[in-house]
């Protein structure tokens, strides 16, 4: 965050594709905790999207900046493959929040 702000840039945003994944609300806490020790400009998260999350992330989701969705490959397991799990985080999502979505290649 420190080469940020030298650049000029003010706010950055974190991405779930990290080890551990942010997917959850136990990485979701972890992530907020490390951003919170070490950033030096204003900060938000986004929660990844998994094949497996779609029915408790909407939970989670005043406390992200977006929904990332990977349809593409990526450093973790949150390569989404089946539009219907797509279609299920689609459906879930709060309206009023934003969904960012990886998609190159093929998609």
Known sequence: TAAALAGGVTLIGCMPNTNPPTVDNESL????KCARQGARCDYGVYLGASSSNFQRLHRLANQALALKMYLNTTFT?????SMEVWMKHFESWPKDRVIC???EERT
């Open 77 to 81: 397991s949150l390569k989404l493959d």
């Open 101 to 103: 979505v990886h998609a």
């Open 29 to 32: 806490a972890l992530t907020q």
